[in-house]
T-cell receptor
Framework: GENVEQHPSTLSVQEGDSAVIKCTYS??????FPWYKQELGKGPQLIID?????GEKKDQRIAVTLNKTAKHFSLHITETQPEDSAVYFC?????????FGKGTMLLVSP | EAQVTQNPRYLITVTGKKLTVTCSQN?????MSWYRQDPGLGLRQIYY???????DKGDVPEGYKVSRKEKRNFPLILESPSPNQTSLYFC?????????????FGPGTRLTVL
């Protein structure tokens, strides 16, 4: 599948701070942009997703923004908590396959 | 409980010894997929299946085979494993194509090929 660049690869924040993870993609046919969270020793789990006809979506402390013109999308976590510590993956898809970024390890210190 | 199960969870084997990693889902999902996860490379798709008897290659299919004879099962077969297939493997399923729905991941299978 088409590549997706994800930055940063690691992110350390203090509890209560905000965290932002950014992804860029090249396939203009992509229309689905999910974010997955992977805790240690577990499989990835969907935390939020956005479709190409929407510019922003929010779910409590988590929000995702999408700029289709610039081909980038971002995950925003506000009021971070230690349990937010995990690896986060962005992904994008046309229909049949999902292409993942390389992941961001988020560490939230108490 | 709705889930994706994989077996075994851990496997150490030797080069050339055929092995199968099983994957089963109980959600009546049409779409199933296999990924491998390597440090610094994220998740890469190996094979996927849109429905029974329909399979297709992902980004890294070399050295792997799959079959989809039943809707609930999607085994991953390594006919002649090599050390470069040492990795963490995840099976996933979704109700329809990956581009429209949440994918549910299994717990992972950690494979070491000596």
């Amino acid at each position: 599948g088409e590549n997706v660049e994800q930055h940063p690869s690691t992110l350390s924040v203090q509890e209560g701070d905000s965290a932002v993870i950014k992804c860029t993609y090249s396939d203009s046919a992509s229309n689905y942009f999910p974010w997955y969270k992977q805790e240690l020793g577990k499989g990835p789990q969907l935390i939020i997703d956005i479709r190409s006809n929407v510019g922003e979506k929010k779910d409590q402390r988590i929000a995702v923004t999408l700029n289709k013109t610039a081909k980038h999308f971002s995950l925003h976590i506000t009021e971070t908590q230690p349990e937010d510590s995990a690896v986060y993956f962005c992904a994008h898809s046309g229909y049949s396959t999902l292409t993942f970024g390389k992941g961001t390890m988020l560490l939230v210190s108490p | 409980e709705a889930q994706v199960t994989q077996n075994p969870r851990y496997l150490i084997t030797v080069t050339g010894k055929k092995l199968t990693v099983t994957c089963s889902q109980n959600m009546n999902h049409e779409y199933m997929s296999w990924y491998r996860q390597d440090p610094g490379l994220g998740l890469r798709q190996i094979y996927y299946s849109m429905n029974v008897e329909v399979t297709d290659k992902g980004d890294v299919p070399e050295g792997y085979k799959v079959s989809r004879k039943e809707k609930r099962n999607f085994p991953l077969i390594l006919e002649s494993p090599s050390p470069n297939q040492t990795s963490l493997y995840f099976c996933a399923s979704s109700s329809t194509g990956a581009g429209y729905n949440e994918q549910f991941f299994g717990p992972g299978t950690r494979l070491t090929v000596l």
